[in-house]
């Protein structure tokens, strides 16, 4: 099992408005592309030296190492994107990719 997970730091100005196109734009968005069994959306509670802004974590959960190269090759900019002309400069984000240990 492979996990994309894509933390994002928010500006409180725009929270709210932000978590809602998530849910019915992003999140959809991701799904959609069926290369992901399920997702979840996390706010972190506690955040090393956070600076303004809250922080939410996406995990989007593949069956392999397959489905998120396609996903990266073929939709992950163009989603990114859609969020950085919507959103402008209001957010930063970092992405990694797991693998379960089992």
């Not at 734009?25 to 706010?43: A, D, K, N, S």
């Not at 397959?66 to 919507?86: C, I, M, N, V, W």
């Amino acid at each position: 099992m492979t996990v994309y997970n894509l933390t994002v730091s928010v500006d409180p100005a725009i929270e709210a408005e932000w978590i809602v196109w998530q849910q019915q734009v992003f999140i959809p968005g991701v799904m959609g592309t069926g290369l992901f069994r399920e997702y979840r959306f996390y706010r972190l509670l506690e955040t090393p030296a956070q600076e303004g802004g809250n922080t939410f974590v996406f995990q989007f959960t593949a069956a392999g190492p397959e489905q998120y190269e396609r996903f990266r090759r073929d939709h992950a900019a163009g989603l990114l994107e859609g969020a950085r002309a919507t959103w402008g400069d209001r957010f930063v984000y970092f992405q990694t990719v797991m693998e379960a240990v089992q």
